[in-house]
């Protein structure tokens, strides 16, 4: 997939561009438009435009600047102007002009936060995963399409490329059959996106996680061809005072083990390590736009096969932390692998650890599959990831850890069970709770602060919509680099 390309010298209002001017829905619909269209609501209501969001109409009309008539396309925004509005209006219009080779915004009166709105809508949009594809679309344009808006400066497609870029590799990651993105394949992935850059790469493979201790990934893994591997991104810039690590499961493809799932819950299983998938494109745009702010990042990968060399039920692994967890379902192996790197960044002492995973099928039965669930231990953590989410566009959703969980963690033969057979109740809870118990303590004997995100439902999309496309979505990654830009803002 070839990303549009960003420019700041497009001539809007041209027959060799399409200019994209949302219209903004109400008793009366506005046209948007820096320039002078000839399109007053009068002509609005003949066109059947309504501003209604999601609405396109493609018209030709002669701009005060230009000499001849020029492709236009209105696009509804809804009744409010704000950014995710303009990036949803983007996203349908990137859709409905993937053939063209030039696409210029105009909106009236429009900040920088506007413009950049527009341009990641777009980008994020007009995403296409075409990799695997045999035969070329005809219905796209076949080279880069020229992308601009009026009033944009180099700073917003700084920001831009970054943050859009960085979504572009978690989807494209997440989109990858299990064929091509084994364990070692993403490791392979990830030493060279961050050669040459401000961020360290190390690869540890069954060897090395054999003499870490690290038993739970090496449970899970241990009924693959493909062994599993643990990626450790390191970036310290100078000047950073706050440390996060960021944990991602990286199952690359779940067969759910000896626990087989059914055939047809199999499909879609690729999109698995959608969690660390995540890690590696924050990582990415955090260190391309130079935040101050120190990340850790562990990629924990396997594969979850079933094989006479496969985890049983009914055995007992012995995790990095020491603590001993007897397995009654292999097919809740996410949580295996993340209790080893919730382990190791603790280890580390940062000031806030996330995990990301697509962790449970009990997150879409509670929320959806637009929603995050989150469950965190530090309640102000938790408001800045709510505010972080919102600004984004990303929905997340608070979730409690019930104080009867615990009674469902005991295991009459281990420190804790995986899951509780036969109980479908709460199960995004007790994940939560189970993963609670792998997160350290800091100098003081206080736990960490820690968030666990659960992005089961919005890290595949089933449909597009707005500026998401069918497939891998990306999320978390512009929540998470929201939320740290807040933090080196204050």
Not at 370 to 381: C, E, I, K, L, S
Request: one cysteine or more; hydrophobic letters at 40%; proline letters at 5%.
């Amino acid at each position: 997939m070839t990303m549009a390309e960003l420019k700041t010298d497009l001539t809007q209002y041209s027959s060799d561009a399409v200019t994209v001017v949302p219209v903004l829905a109400g008793t009366t619909p506005e046209c948007c438009a820096s320039s002078d269209l000839g399109i007053d609501a009068d002509r609005l209501a003949r066109l059947g435009v309504t501003g209604k969001a999601g609405e396109t109409l493609r018209v030709l009309v002669t701009a005060e600047s230009a000499s001849e008539e020029a492709p236009v396309l209105l696009v509804g925004a809804g009744k409010e102007r704000t950014a995710e509005a303009l990036r949803r209006a983007a996203g349908i219009a990137a859709r409905a002009l993937k053939s063209e080779s030039t696409v210029v915004y105009d909106l009236k009166e429009a900040t920088d936060v506007e413009l950049e709105a527009l341009l990641t809508g777009h980008l994020l949009g007009g995403y296409r995963f075409d990799r695997f594809r045999g035969e070329a679309d005809e219905t796209v344009s076949a080279e880069p399409q020229q992308l601009s808006a009026v009033g944009v400066g180099e700073a917003v497609i700084t920001r831009v490329n970054a943050i859009a870029g960085a979504v572009r590799i978690t989807r494209d990651l997440v989109n990858t059959p299990p064929s091509a993105l084994v364990p070692e394949d993403f490791a392979d992935f990830a030493l060279d996106l961050f050669t040459d850059s401000a961020v360290e790469v190390e690869v540890w493979d069954e060897e090395r996680l054999v003499e870490e201790s690290c038993g739970g990934i090496l449970g899970v893994g241990q009924g693959s061809e493909n062994p599993p591997h643990v990626v450790r991104l390191n970036y310290a810039p100078e000047g950073a005072t706050t440390h996060v690590a960021l944990v991602g499961k990286g199952i690359t493809f779940d067969s759910g083990g000896l626990s087989i799932k059914p055939a047809g819950s199999m499909v879609g299983m690729k999109f698995d390590m959608g969690g660390a998938a995540s890690v590696l494109g924050t990582v990415r745009a955090v260190a391309e736009l130079g935040l101050p702010i120190a990340i850790t990042g562990w990629c924990m990968l396997a594969e979850n096969m079933p094989s006479g060399s496969a985890i049983k039920p009914d055995d007992v692994l012995v995790t990095r932390s020491g603590k001993t967890v007897e397995v009654t379902n292999t097919d809740a192996e996410g949580r295996l692998v993340l209790c080893d790197g919730l382990t190791l960044a603790s280890e580390q002492q940062p000031d806030l650890i996330i995990d990301i995973a697509t962790l449970t099928g009990a997150a879409i039965v509670a929320l959806g599959d637009r929603t995050t669930g989150m469950v965190g231990n530090d309640q102000a953590w938790v408001d800045r990831a709510m505010a972080a989410s919102k600004k984004s566009g990303e929905d997340f959703w608070p979730m409690p850890i019930p104080e009867e969980i615990a009674e469902r963690l005991k295991s009459p033969v281990a420190d804790m069970v995986n899951s509780k057979p036969g109980d479908r109740s709460a199960g995004m809870l007790f994940a939560a709770a189970f993963l609670e118990r792998f997160v350290g303590d800091d100098e003081s004997g206080k736990a960490l602060p820690w968030l666990h995100l659960d992005i089961a439902g919005p890290a595949e999309t089933k449909s597009a919509y707005g500026y998401v496309p069918e497939g891998g979505s990306g999320v978390p990654v512009r929540t998470l680099v929201s939320l740290f830009e807040a933090l080196t803002k204050n």
